[in-house]
């Protein structure tokens, strides 16, 4: 048998194991997805059992971090879905514009592109100035990274992109300053995030917002974690706020649903009722 394949009995003893020694509680992602993670963190890492993982996630504080990252690691880009940006454009920012303060919450952010996204589309309106964006991630290098707005060059044409599909009518390198093969993004935007390690899973609410994205989250959670981050999502939102999912996530069926309008059906955008 291939060592770097783990079994279901193995998965269920590291799970029990990070939430017993450290209160990391993955025992509700979905199960294909984490299995996944873990065989690649192993093929990479070059373990050559289970038993050696579990030894070093429990002895090695540095792997510990190194492992939570791996497996929470979430794939992003500036822009994405880009009709999703463009309908927030026209839909959304006018409504956020008769606020007199916006909050806006990026709730289990990655690496933050999306939230570097949403502060350009604030400047462009001219509401930047009287806004917040909260971006929160269980993964701490995330977070550094959301929180330095430092991202690689190679990348830049594609959001570039991104950027005109969603309705940018600026030229997009206006907003970052070219280091060698790195994009830095402007001060201007960075000082409008506040930038923190949260866990949707078991921390609470901790402010009302007119809008919180929760996007391509969700996905790695089964049924019954996903209804405990949308409720926390649904406390978080005050009436008539805004909330944005991933491209394949809904509220449908979730018990949070009877409280929303869909807004942008196709763009996965609902509206708290009143």
């Known amino acids: ?22 209160g990391y509680d993955f025992t509700n992602y979905a199960r294909a997805s984490l299995r996944r993670r873990i065989n690649r963190i192993m093929i990479v890492d070059k373990l050559p059992s289970f038993a050696e993982l579990f030894y070093k996630i429990k002895s090695d504080p ?9 497996v929470t690691v979430n794939v992003t880009e500036m822009f994405r879905d880009p009709q999703v940006y463009a309908t927030i454009r026209r839909e959304v920012l006018p409504v956020l514009a008769t606020y007199p303060f916006i909050r806006i919450w990026h709730a289990g952010c990655a690496t933050g592109e999306e939230v570097y996204s949403m502060a350009i589309l604030l400047e462009e309106s001219g509401l930047l100035h009287k806004s917040l964006l909260y971006a929160t991630d269980l993964n701490h290098n995330m977070v550094e990274q959301v929180r330095s707005g430092i991202f690689p060059m190679r990348h830049m044409k594609q959001y570039s992109e991104n950027y005109i599909a969603a309705g940018g009518k600026q030229d997009f390198s206006q907003y970052y300053t ?9 001060s201007t935007l960075r000082k409008k995030l506040i930038v923190a390690t949260h866990n949707l899973v078991s921390d609470s609410s901790f402010n009302e917002f007119q809008m919180i994205f929760c996007r391509n989250v969700l996905i790695y959670f089964d049924k019954t974690l996903q209804e405990k981050v949308l409720q926390l999502l649904d406390n978080s939102l005050e009436q008539r706020g805004f909330l944005v999912l991933g491209t394949k996530e809904n509220l449908r069926f979730s018990a949070i649903a009877p409280g929303y309008l869909p807004l942008a059906p196709k763009d996965k955008i609902w509206r708290k009722r009143q």
């Open 178 to 186: 070219a280091k060698y093969d790195r994009a830095v993004f402007s």
């Open 62 to 70: 540095a792997y510990l971090k190194h492992f939570v990252a791996e």
């Open 1 to 22: 048998m291939d060592p770097n394949i783990i079994r279901e009995e193995e998965i269920e003893q590291l799970l029990a194991g990070l939430l017993d020694l450290y």
